[in-house]
């Protein structure tokens, strides 16, 4: 990496690297495991950044690399439904309250969803991508996305619909 | 947009779940960059390495008239197969499980499941250094094996054929366990919990089985009788019929939940002409028709589905293909080639899915290739293994003449 691409790769780590770790927990549910896939990723991306910068959407790749490495590495090691770290502690108010109680049972309601239907779901509903997009990033058909999101909402519907009947 | 649609949307964008970087995080990120480097230097110098001795060695074994099979044994791993020093000719070491015959074997990507004869066992054994780390024994010399990891379970079924003897009696055929049909098909299923190798059920279904594969803690089977599905209920293990009719091969296509089966028509020379194979696609809780292919010109056919490419092999006749690239959704055939190998497939072609490839093994005699299951192309090969072989990412196994293989992964083939 020359000099340029040095400063620049350091100034696009420093500018995106919170919105990247964001994405990552949002598909690992996991604060640690969302900075080592960040690291990995970005790593990744290093060797070829003055080829990725010159890309029309570099932090696109990134992410999608993100993606990559982590179902990687959830193929590696077979999914389990595993316990999360803790949600902080709600606010005072009677309705954020419940609010946040909501959000809370549909992000533990996520943990139970495997590696690449949660990927589907944050792609569709946190980055905005369209089915044929996420088609790319994920390598499969536009079928596939589209029942695995129907499969994943299914699923948090069951588990939030549970929820409710319970409280 | 529903409400949990809504709610999904505001919980990924609620401000809580923002991680915030540390301050060495481009410096961590430069430093793993660099390990990754020379990662990649090692591997690639270690690679020349094995090439160029490979070479060597292979010379001074043709130079010294040494068969193939001449290689140091390692305390419990003896290399049995060949090594050559072409890059896509890959090694096959057989792992030493003690006395006993291998007849079957499913990985997970920590655990092999070995059944065995003579003793009649299922073993467990680590990837990581191929040690048994639990034994049990079966009630029956097992024929078949299918590990479920979600459901926590491994499947074992035994199966007999009925025939009829020369005094006109029926009798039972094809088997080597304790013989509880006597003149009539017959297959005993068996569940065993993947972590204490115990049994969780047991059931027979009166017919003779092909294949047989696990998804989402059900059995499915392919056999002379139709397609069947074993679930667990409360009271144990329950057959259901889903298919009337001969079914030879089923696959499970674990990402979508659905299960692909062949059936086959008859050709015009009757039942014992070789006809052609349809393949069915079918939801594996509704048991709907999603696709159906064209007739592919090939008898026993195999299925393997990794990620949503769909490969068929099966045996022909003449210059007819012996195998198929079939479209994920439609199931119509695409024009897609297996390259470098179709000469040497014979007769027919048996296929078996791997984590991200296809295996392939030529139907008339031994010889194992290993190929990308989007392009076809050819990304190693084992000359000497017979199969079945089932991977994991990294991991493969195949049983060759009663024995387990390791098969080493160092060309493009990635398991």
């Known amino acids: ?31 640690h495991a969302a900075e080592d896939i960040v690291q990995t990723a970005l790593a990744k991306t ?66 139970g969803l495997p590696p690449r239907q949660r990927a589907v779901l944050v792609l569709r509903y946190y980055e905005d991508l369209s089915e044929s997009d996420i088609a790319d990033v994920l390598g499969c058909s536009r079928g596939t996305v589209k029942s695995q999101a129907a499969k994943g909402l299914l699923h948090l519907r069951r588990i939030v619909a549970k929820e409710d009947a319970s409280t | 947009m529903t409400d949990v649609e809504q709610l999904l949307r505001e919980t990924l964008a ?53 068969g193939r099979g001449d290689q140091v044994a390692a305390p419990s791993i003896t290399p049995s197969r060949s090594t050559t020093s072409s890059p896509q ?38 990837t990581a250094d191929q040690s048994v780390t639990k034994r049990t024994a079966t009630p029956d010399a097992v024929d078949g094996t299918a590990v479920d990891a979600v459901a926590g379970q491994v499947w074992t079924w035994s199966t007999t054929e009925a025939t009829v003897d020369d005094s006109g009696k029926s009798a039972s055929v094809g ?27 047991a059931l ?23 397609l069947y599905v074993v679930t667990t209920a409360a009271s144990g293990p329950v ?16 990402v979508r939940h659905r299960v692909l089966y062949g059936s086959a028509i008859s050709g015009p020379g009757g039942e014992n002409s070789l006809g052609s194979v349809v393949v069915h696609e079918i939801d594996a809780y509704t048991r709907a028709v999603i696709a159906v292919s064209t007739p592919l010109p090939i008898g026993k056919e195999s299925i393997a589905i990794v ?44 296929v078996w899915p791997g984590a991200s490839v296809v295996w392939v093994r030529s139907g008339g005699s031994e010889g194992l290739a290993c190929i990308d299951p989007q392009s076809g192309a050819l990304l190693e090969q084992w000359p000497a293994v017979q199969g079945p072989v089932a991977s994991v990412r990294g991991q493969a196994f195949a049983v060759s003449d009663g024995s387990l293989d390791q098969l080493s992964l160092t060309g493009g083939c990635t398991g």
């Open chain 2, 14 to 66: 609620d401000p809580r779940h923002r991680l915030d970087p540390g301050p060495g995080m481009y410096d961590t990120v430069r430093q793993r960059a660099r390990q990754r480097r020379r990662r990649v230097v090692q591997v690639a110098s270690a690679f020349t390495a094995v090439v160029v001795i490979a070479g060597v060695g292979t010379a001074i074994g043709v130079n010294s008239g040494h």
């Open chain 1, 46 to 111: 290093a060797a070829g950044w003055s080829r990725v910068r010159r890309k029309e959407n570099p932090e696109g790749y990134v992410r999608r690399a993100i993606v990559n490495t982590h179902l990687n590495a959830m193929r590696r090691r077979p999914w389990r439904e595993q316990p999360r770290e803790q949600i902080p502690e709600a606010v005072d108010s009677r309705r954020r309250e419940h609010e946040l109680d909501d959000r809370d049972a549909m992000w533990h309601a996520l943990a």
């Open chain 1, 1 to 31: 990496m020359n000099r340029a691409d040095e400063d620049d790769f350091r100034s696009f780590v420093a500018a995106r690297s919170p919105s990247l770790l964001w994405f990552a927990h949002l598909l690992t549910g996991d604060r």
């Open chain 2, 239 to 254: 057959a259901t019929k889903v298919i009337t009719g001969m079914v030879f091969s089923v696959a499970v296509d674990a």
């Open chain 2, 307 to 350: 990620g949503d490419q769909i490969w068929v092999g099966g045996y022909g006749s003449g210059s007819t293909p012996r195998l198929f690239h079939l479209d994920g959704s439609s199931l119509q055939s695409l024009p897609t080639e297996m390259s470098g190998a179709d000469d040497s497939l014979g007769p027919g072609a048996i």
């Open chain 2, 175 to 201: 088997v080597a366990n304790s013989g509880d049909s006597a003149g009539a098909d017959s297959t005993r299923i068996h569940a065993y919990a993947t972590s204490t190798l115990a049994i969780d059920g």
């Open chain 2, 204 to 226: 027979t279904i009166p017919t003779y089985t092909f294949d047989a594969t696990a998804l989402d803690g059900q059995l499915w089977l392919a056999t002379n009788d139709g």
């Open chain 2, 89 to 126: 000719t890959g090694q096959a070491t057989s792992v030493d499980l003690g006395k006993g015959s291998t007849r079957a074997m499913a990985v997970t990507s920590s655990m092999v499941f070995v059944a065995r004869q003579a003793p009649n066992e299922l073993l467990r054994v680590s």
